[in-house]
């Protein structure tokens, strides 16, 4: 993550945002406390502890699997293998979130900038192309996805 944290605007290094989500009833608060642990193990920049976290609370047997929540633990969990740079497990994860993001723009927009990017470290750049112009075209007034479009 870009030092300073990230805003909406995906002006951030890693198209993930520091803000965290609203704990929700319906998630059992010993899973809402390993989310948080995982989520300080992010911010920490602990990337391997973070993304073992993440794949607990998404497996535990009690996990209740809304979408939003699934998507943002395996959108921050491809951020970890961003950043530890497995690029592979990165792309699988984004293409799952991206599958859970459905419509929403704005979910869409960070998993596809999060799978460009480890897309272009792994040299693939013709489908990292396409997936630059479909980022700018879910965010046109956002510059981040620019500069791998031109």
Known sequence: ???????SGMDGEDGEETEDLVPLPFMDPFLQGMKKVGDEK?????????????????????????????EKLIRKRAVCFYKMDRYLEAIQD?????????????????????????????????????????????RPNVSTCHKYVL
């Open 1 to 7: 993550m870009a030092q300073g944290g990230f805003s």
């Open 42 to 70: 992010f911010q920490a920049q602990l990337y391997e502890e973070a993304a073992a976290i993440y794949t607990f609370v998404l497996n535990y047997p009690t996990f209740k699997d809304t979408f939003f929540i699934t």
């Open 94 to 138: 984004c293409e799952e979130a991206i599958a859970l993001a459905d419509n929403n723009k704005n979910l869409l927009a960070k998993s596809v900038f999060i799978k460009l990017k480890a897309i272009v470290r792994l040299g693939d750049f013709l489908p990292a192309f396409k997936l630059a112009v479909w980022c700018k075209h879910l």
